[in-house]
């Protein structure tokens, strides 16, 4: 059984923008998960799919808290 990951001349990425991208209604995260430290604590990064922005996190209560506040609307 082979270990190999497929080249990307095989599998080209392509990326193409989400409909409605841009709508305060809508927001896509890359999530990343990791333990960290002795203690193997979990710790998270979120990227931003519309803008790149990355926001990091020390631990996943803090990542749920990031995530309830942007689900509520913004001021008017």
């Given amino acids: 059984m082979s270990t190999e990951?497929?080249?990307?001349?095989?599998?080209?990425?392509?990326?193409?923008?989400?409909?409605?991208?841009?709508s305060e209604d809508n927001h896509s995260y890359l999530l990343r998960l990791w333990r960290s430290g002795a203690s193997?604590?979990?710790?998270?990064?979120?990227?931003?799919?519309?803008?790149?922005?990355?926001?990091?996190?020390?631990?996943?209560?803090s990542l749920l808290a990031f995530l309830v506040e942007q689900s509520h609307p913004p001021p008017e």
Avoid: N
């Avoid at 990951?5 to 841009?22: D, G, N, Y």
């Fill in 5 to 22: 990951l497929p080249s990307q001349e095989k599998f080209p990425i392509t990326r193409h923008a989400p409909p409605h991208s841009q």
């Fill in 40 to 61: 193997g604590e979990w710790r998270a990064s979120l990227q931003s799919v519309q803008t790149g922005e990355r926001h990091m996190f020390a631990d996943l209560e």
